[in-house]
């Protein structure tokens, strides 16, 4: 069995090829961002490798032998497959967005508005996958994200979306149950949903030292998306983003529990790679959503207004 040849080194291809296009080796060097040296040295090397003679060479031009034609018409179509294949992975590449966001976040906030951004960019198509813990972008499964923390992050860019703040909130039927939150000699009749550090931290903003004990505390859910649809439901007072459940309380469903809204100096972010910031779907994405995050902004100033901020939680 006799073993196939093995292809010229792809260098040599590529520089013969420019050479041929152009019918000069400093045109060619110019196109692959080299000298007309290194171009005539690939070249010869070519012709070593296959025991052809490619180019006739004068004084102040080349040009291409008749097998070198030949060979110069193939190796042309060749890369011009090779580009319209590269062309068409990145358009590809451009028409699906790939993002990784927190829970509660993309559950209650991010996902209602999706309507939005898919009747202003048809064309571009979301992946969401939702995790407590961020994830790496650098490695490609995710293009972009949507995190919480101080926005520094190396080798990401971070475009502030919104704070990160709490407050009580709780089912019109539980308004009355709630007055015990403004009057420590009152006992509470409903348990408390949510992270004990975040009420541990909402009591600490009021000056009160008695945190309530876990006795106090209703089920402990993985979510506060969870926490709010408890609520929702009568079974107790959560502590919640009146940012991410605004809708709930324009709803009805929810009633601010407390006036006292604290902000932990936590933020959310939409972050994405450095490198990938002249991405086209990456950017229209990053537009829209500061858009969103303005609109909600501004519809959350009444209680933006009613902050206090307090050291930050882990």
Known sequence: ???????????????????????????AAQELDTTAASVSYHV?????????????????????????ALVAQEATAAFDALRASFLQAATVEETRLSLTTLPS??????TPKLGRFRAKHANIA???ELSPDAQDLAGGRFDAAIRNGHGAWPGLRALELFPSVFMPLCAPGLKEAAKALDDARRPLDVPLLGRQDWWALWYRARG????????HLGPL???????????VAGQGIAIGSPILFRTE??????????????????????????????????????????????????????FLRKVKTVGATP
């Open 44 to 68: 010869r090397r070519l012709e070593q490798e296959t025991g052809v003679r490619l180019f006739m060479r004068f004084a102040q031009r080349v040009e291409l032998t008749q097998p070198g």
């Open 1 to 27: 069995m006799v073993a196939p040849r093995r292809l010229p080194s792809l260098a040599s291809i590529r520089a013969f090829e420019a050479a041929a296009r152009h019918g000069n080796f400093a045109k």
């Open 249 to 302: 309380i324009d709803a009805g469903r929810l009633i601010p529990a407390h006036d006292m809204v604290i902000d932990t100096g936590r933020t959310f972010w939409f972050t994405y790679p450095v490198a990938r910031e002249q991405s086209r779907k990456i950017r229209a994405f990053r537009d829209w959503l500061a858009d969103e995050a303005a609109r909600d902004r501004e519809a959350a100033r009444v």
């Open 221 to 231: 859910l993985s979510a506060e998306y969870l926490d709010i649809a408890a609520a």
């Open 105 to 110: 976040l993309g559950t209650s906030w991010l």
């Open 208 to 215: 009160r030292a008695d945190v309530p004990a876990s006795s």
């Open 126 to 128: 979301l992946e969401i």
